[in-house]
């Protein structure tokens, strides 16, 4: 067996350099109070011999870890890996590695989960949470050291910071625009009602409907494309056949979308289709699906930027105050007009 060769010490580094072990010490941790020839031959030396600190060590020092946990529902689902695609980047630009977890909304797995980056010390963390309203979550949270940040879902009774967008404003925004195309009797179909997210967009949808003067009709069980089919189908044999269908979610507008092509259903001639949430083969299906659009990388970068204006503020007595102080950003949808609804043309 290969013998593996040692890794290089800081006390390695410092002999070589011809520096005491303080100096690289501070070298690592920025080159302060180094001077630039020196900062120069022990950044050298460190290149040479292939230096990594130990980043356990530092730990134990009471240092940061330079990683950050985000906590999201699903990894596959596009909006949330779109979400902790700009936060990473926001993290890299800080020297920070952001960990993923998913929960598959599942509060049991979000509280063993938030436990496990605990006892890792991240530096911070980012959660969606599965319950908003769920009191060990924000038992938990508000007993945390670190900052936190949610995103697309608040925490109730935590004092943290958190990034949203107008879900309320942007349903109700998409069915007054399907009252506008002349539609009558917009069924809403969606899943997961338990949801902020969802709630605050039934919402929006039935304060359009109402004011219309319009009959609401809501079904909350679609959870794939099984359910999806039997509820279209249902719907479209039934007394009070729809003239369109406002899907909350971007996986429910593609298993619409699905049941309504293998029932022969026309769209948008026989009924009109608007989801909530944009999805990359929107603009190419035929017909083009009418969609609410979130700014989804926009709600990552400004969570993430939060969060380190947070953390680093805690090492500036001069800004502490401003930089601990909970923001709550709401962010504005967009209705995407495509050919499901009725339109003929695709404005961006």
Known sequence: MVKRKALPTLSEVARQAGVGTTTVSRVI?????????????????IEALGYMPNQ????????RTKTIGLIIPSIADPFFSACAEAAQAVARANDSLLIVTATQNDPHNELENLNVFISHRVDGLIIAPANSRSPALSDLINRLSVPVVSIDRPINNATVSSVLTENFKGAKMATQHLIEHGCKHIACLTGESTLF????????????VNSAGLTYTLDTSIKDYKSAEYAIESLMSGPNRPDALFTLKNSTTIYAFEALQKLNISVPKSVALLGFDDFELAATLRPTISVVQQPIEEIGRVAAEILFEQLLGRNDSASSARSTRVRRVTLETRLIRRNSCGCNSTPA
């Open 56 to 63: 356990a060590a530092r730990v134990l020092k009471g240092d």
């Open 197 to 208: 997210t969802i709630q605050e967009r039934i919402r929006g949808y039935r304060a359009a």
């Open 29 to 45: 941790n920025g080159g302060e109070r180094v001077s630039p020839k020196t900062l120069a031959r022990v950044r050298r030396v």
